[in-house]
């Protein structure tokens, strides 16, 4: 049984930063590609970045140059470094799975999910 569980988030002013952790387990890790995704209130859910079981990278046009996604197989875990959040940016990020060598920006090629982790940015 694929899980997923992101930590990492939490209260933080605007241009700070966190690292967001999503541990995985009952896969494959190296096999397969990861996702980041976030939900705003009110918002659809929207595509952060990617990484493939390579280590190739692909990440949204907003947010170029202030995240950073990565992995470590010897923990199973994905990371997204985010730097300089802004309070549009709040969010319940998402982390997700894919058995794949490629990388995903459509929530819809994801068939595994995390139950998120809650990222508030101040004023």
């Known amino acids: 049984q694929v899980q997923l569980v992101e930590s990492g988030g939490g209260l933080v002013q605007a241009g700070g930063s966190l690292r967001l952790s999503c541990a995985a387990s009952g896969l494959i890790f190296s096999r397969y590609a990861m996702g980041w995704f976030r939900q705003g209130p009110g918002k659809e859910r929207e595509f952060v970045a990617a990484i493939s079981w390579s280590g190739g990278s692909t990440y949204a046009d907003s947010i170029k140059g202030r995240f950073t996604i990565s992995r470590d197989s010897a923990k199973n875990t994905v990371y997204l470094q985010v730097n300089s959040l802004k309070p549009a940016e709040a969010a319940v990020y998402y982390c997700?799975?894919?058995?794949?060598?490629?990388?995903?920006?459509?929530?819809?090629?994801?068939?595994?999910w995390g139950q998120g982790t809650q990222v508030t940015v101040s004023s």
């Open positions: 997700a799975a894919k058995y794949d060598s490629n990388v995903y920006r459509s929530g819809d090629g994801y068939p595994y």
